[in-house]
């Protein structure tokens, strides 16, 4: 074979590859929902849109429960996430708050383009262990506290209105009926199912979001 040949023969392989990896992406949604049944690893459940949703968990899925949350959870030295709008200040007005049960790997970000609100940023990190979660820190009645993350920092201020849940280890225990889910990658199938390794399924009333 040619040189011309070996090297197109490559493209195309590299090509064919990229078309590949960029089709299963395309096939990658998240989902959100309330569970109707459970049958062993498969989930029949109703999504936002009242549209019909058929999840089968991989024998090895996470399941993370999420649990309704207050301000006076977000303790100093957890670590937290906040989709949140821009302030002129600098600071950022909470949508929603998780507070995770362990740091991610990157030990935090912060970045514009969070889908949740217009403008909106994402911010990752460890809540300041100097001081306290309170209005007195925002000086505008409402809480507010400092997150750092590793190249930065950024003050979350906390309304009334901002969705906070808390994150802990869950089991299958908790997939049942009339839970919220969120499947943040969840795989389409030929069939029109979906499949996922990982799920957040509502505890006692919480909202995945």
């Known amino acids: 074979m040619s040189q011309t040949r070996i090297l197109t023969a490559a493209a195309l392989a590299a090509a064919l590859s990229a078309s590949a990896a960029f089709a299963q992406q395309q096939q990658q949604q998240r989902l959100n929902g309330t569970i109707e049944r459970v049958d062993g690893n498969t989930i029949y459940a109703k999504g936002r849109d009242g549209g019909a949703i058929t999840l089968k968990l991989a024998d090895n899925a996470t399941v993370t429960a999420v649990l309704k949350a207050t301000v006076a959870d977000i303790k100093p030295g957890a670590y937290i996430g906040s989709g949140a709008m821009p302030q002129p200040d600098g600071s950022q007005k909470a949508v929603e708050v998780h507070i995770f049960a362990k740091p991610q790997a990157d030990n935090g970000h912060h970045y514009a383009g969070w889908y949740g609100a217009p403008n909106g940023t994402m911010t990752n990190g460890f809540v300041e262990p100097s001081g306290t ?77």
């Open 133 to 209: 979660v309170g209005a007195a820190l925002s000086g505008r009645g409402e809480p507010s506290f400092m997150v750092k993350y590793h190249d930065g920092e950024k003050r979350i201020i906390v309304p009334a209105n901002a969705h906070i849940a808390r994150y802990t280890a869950g089991s299958k225990d908790d997939l049942k009926a009339g839970a919220a889910f969120r499947a943040q990658t969840a795989t389409k199938q030929a069939d029109g199912t979906y499949t996922t390794t990982n799920i957040s399924v509502g505890r006692d009333g919480g909202q995945p979001f």
